[in-house]
């Protein structure tokens, strides 16, 4: 049974610099590209960043890019993803995902197995 677990979220102040985390067990970490994704109220799940099971091309949604990194330790089974400059409007539920099969990097329909969420705010 493949379990996904994300860690980290927090309340901040506009410009914190949160970090993210999610592990992965019962499937062979390495062999899979994954995804972070957050989720607004009301809203479909949207894709955040991408990175392949070598840890290389990571891909990151426009809103996002240059202010978050995303990385993994394929050795601990650890992904990340380093958020700095946040805004009120990064404010949501991230999920971590795993088991892309095919289709787009940041699109959710390609990945088979999920985390439960972990909140972030942004707030002054």
């Known amino acids: 049974q493949v379990q996904v677990v994300e860690s980290g979220g927090t309340s901040v102040q506009p410009g914190g610099s949160p970090r993210l985390s999610c592990t992965v067990s019962?499937?062979?970490?390495?062999?899979?590209?994954m995804g972070w994704f957050r989720q607004y109220p009301g809203k479909e799940r949207e894709g955040v960043s991408s990175?392949?099971?070598?840890?290389?091309?990571?891909s990151y949604a426009d809103s996002v890019k240059g202010r978050f990194t995303i990385s993994r330790d394929n050795a601990k089974n650890i992904l990340s993803l380093q958020m700095n400059s946040l805004r009120a409007e990064d404010t949501a539920i991230y999920y971590c995902?795993?088991?892309?099969?095919?289709?787009?990097?940041?699109?959710?329909?390609?990945?088979?197995?999920w985390g439960q969420g972990t909140q972030v705010t942004v707030s002054s």
């Open positions: 019962g499937l062979k970490f390495d062999n899979y590209r």
């Open positions: 995902a795993t088991g892309f099969n095919h289709g787009g990097w940041l699109d959710p329909r390609s990945y088979p197995y």
């Open positions: 990175i392949s099971g070598s840890g290389f091309t990571p």
